[in-house]
């Protein structure tokens, strides 16, 4: 019954696809289709100038990749953060392109712009009848490198839901078509079935979450909430864990995709060392193009008992929080003036 509903509720949303509320999102999605068609090099100029633009229109987010930045690289000079500031915002409107090259370009496209090394480390673990963590972070370009990746293996990945139904819809599809499966991110015993099976996923673990599944390891020399699934999976299932970097090319020359061999004594003696180690990792892939790496994201959202946040609220949630204010206040004057009226 609650399968049957869920379909229902589905075939629903998907039928208000047409709803006026979705026209900018088609026309967004229309435009992305054409980009794809474009030449590469002036995709790539395109997405620098998308980037710029998103930059000036998003004060939040120019706020979050700043805090970041003076956060994780105290080092640099003003001038130089400043530029990698800027540089960030362009690897990201390059990876909005990205997206619809990676649902739409043609297998020609794809392997001309593949660089790909280290395959033979995920043969080699499966031979031994085990599954493989293809152990990564949060690159602009991972969308397009999970297109490249899977033409040469069959590969699961993770989603979450987008705010946008529509927008989640495409992408879904269009990962459903390329991946060998795609497992939302909190589903557990999906993806221990699929390294039991001996198949191979794409798992990142480095986004701040719920405490309840994360621990806090040093990333930049500051304590980061960091997921502890990476630990328990590989304990679970066996499966090899082997880093996976992702670094888009200078002089629009595509896409290296580089598989390290599988981790040794992992997993470790327990889930902080773990994550120290994985965060280290990760640390030193983002430090040879910190710009590629996706500084929109509040990665230290969470922080430990007694620690200030370093981030301002959401502007929506800033609005919401008022609003619940402005509601409190006048039931409190409401409640107020009747007793007024009672007494007298």
């Not at 529509?166 to 939302?184: E, G, P, S």
């Amino acid at each position: 019954m609650a399968t049957a509903l869920n379909k229902a509720a589905k075939e629903k949303r998907q039928a208000n696809f047409y709803a006026p509320r979705f026209w900018a999102t088609w026309l967004g999605l229309g435009l992305l289709w054409l980009l794809h068609l474009l030449p590469y090099r002036l995709q790539i100029w395109l997405g620098r100038q998308l980037g710029k633009v998103f930059r000036l229109i998003n004060p939040y987010r120019r706020l979050v990749v700043q805090t970041n930045l003076s956060l994780c690289f105290p080092e640099l000079d003003e001038h130089a953060r400043e530029q990698l500031y800027k540089r960030t915002f362009e690897s990201l409107g390059m990876s909005m392109v990205e997206a619809s090259t990676g649902m739409w370009a043609s297998e020609r496209f794809c392997e001309r712009h593949s660089h790909i090394e280290g395959l033979q480390h995920i043969e080699q673990a499966q031979q031994q009848g085990k599954g493989v963590l293809l152990l990564s972070g949060h690159f602009c370009s991972v969308d397009f490198a999970g297109r490249l990746l899977s033409r040469k293996f069959p590969v699961c990945f993770t989603y979450q839901e987008l705010r946008n139904p529509l927008t989640h819809h495409f992408l879904m599809k269009a990962r459903a078509k390329f991946a060998h499966r795609v497992i939302h991110r909190h589903n557990i015993r999906g993806f221990i079935k699929a390294l039991k099976d001996g198949e191979a996923v794409w798992y990142a673990p480095d986004q701040s979450q719920q405490r309840r599944n994360s621990v806090y390891a040093p990333f930049f020399g500051i304590q980061a909430n960091t997921l502890s699934a990476t630990t328990r999976l590989a304990k679970l299932t066996g499966a090899a864990v082997l880093p996976f970097a992702i670094r888009r090319l200078p002089d629009a020359r595509g896409y290296a995709l580089t598989i390290q061999p599988a981790l040794e004594d992992f997993p470790g003696v327990d889930e902080v060392a773990d994550a120290t180690r994985f965060n280290a990792l990760i640390e030193s892939q983002i430090r040879e193009n910190p710009e590629q790496y996706l500084w929109i994201h509040r990665r230290f959202k969470k922080r430990p008992a007694g620690e200030a946040r370093l981030y301002p609220p959401k502007p929506r949630r800033a609005k919401r929080k008022a609003r619940r204010i402005k509601r409190k206040t006048r039931a409190k004057h409401k409640l107020e003036r009747k007793q007024e009226k009672s007494q007298r």
